[in-house]
């Protein structure tokens, strides 16, 4: 495989994960591997099926003042979410892998093992590597078990373009 000289990995935790993704589609051939670390890819809803309220117009502005529009555009039903359905948001040649935690409260895990994922999105759990890994969405980047399996991803080589 010829890999292009100026092929980046990109290694994003929590929003962090949502911006590699948009990188990745707007330049997928400057792009190796996008790794994500408890990226909300199917949204955030920290109150719920009421979580809808906080697009609200009086509830939007609130929250933007608190918290800044980019953190409510995580939350579910914001329409700045990426569109994962049917592989809409996956660009080809590049590899994708979400590290989760089942001790992660922010992207509730439950849900995302029953979301239909694109199937070029591979998801692994950290406890499938550590059973007793207690690791929280913030501690997901410090966490020896994640390190290792961001650096054994990004030791693969990306789809042949």
Known sequence: MRRHPLRVDLVGHSQG???ALAVARARPERVAHVVLL???????APLGAASVVAHGR???TALDLILGAAARGQVVGSGQLPDLGAGGAL??????LLVASRGDRMIRPADLARAP????????????HEPRA???H????????????VLAE????????
Do not use: I
């Open 138 to 149: 913030a501690g997901l980047p410090a966490s020896p078990v994640v390190q290792r399996l």
């Open 17 to 19: 994960g949502l911006h």
């Open 38 to 44: 408890g990226a909300p890819v199917l949204g955030v």
């Open 134 to 136: 207690r690791v929280t």
């Open 58 to 60: 009086g509830v939007r």
């Open 117 to 128: 994922l694109p199937p070029g999105l591979q998801v692994t759990w950290v406890q499938t």
């Open 154 to 161: 990004l030791a693969t080589e990306p789809e042949d373009r």
């Open 91 to 96: 660009a080809e040649g590049v590899r994708y």
